[in-house]
């Protein structure tokens, strides 16, 4: 069974970090493009970043450049979000997702596997 795990989502100030991540079973993250996308409140799901297969492209929102990073851990079949200076309205739910066309890197939704999800919440 195909299966995206996310964790590490939390309540943290305004200024602080968080580092988000991605585990799977049932296929090899090496060989999918992985997306991470948010969605706030009220708000249409937004991508934040995405790595592709064998993690030659990277791409950043322009809201997160700068403070967040993407990165793969081969050996765990993870994939991380590392997120510094945090800011309130980077408050949503966050989902990680896999297997984009040709592998490619792509903020838009066009993965066939997600996660469920995981709170993080910028509030002092």
């Known amino acids: 069974q195909l299966q995206l795990v996310e964790s590490g989502g939390g309540l943290v100030q305004p200024g602080g970090s968080l580092r988000l991540s991605c585990a799977a079973s049932?296929?090899?993250?090496?060989?999918?493009?992985i997306g991470w996308f948010r969605q706030a409140p009220g708000k249409e799901r937004e991508g934040v970043s995405c790595?592709?297969?064998?993690?030659?492209?990277?791409n950043y929102a322009d809201s997160v450049k700068g403070r967040f990073t993407i990165s793969r851990d081969s050996a765990k079949n993870t994939v991380y979000l590392q997120m510094n200076s945090l800011k309130p309205e980077d408050t949503a739910v966050y989902y990680c997702?896999?297997?984009?066309?040709?592998?490619?890197?792509?903020?838009?939704?066009?993965?066939?596997?997600w996660g469920q999800g995981t709170q993080v919440t910028v509030s002092s």
């Open positions: 997702a896999a297997g984009r066309r040709y592998g490619s890197c792509g903020l838009d939704p066009g993965y066939n596997y």
């Open positions: 049932g296929f090899t993250l090496d060989y999918q493009a």
């Open positions: 790595i592709s297969r064998g993690g030659g492209g990277i």
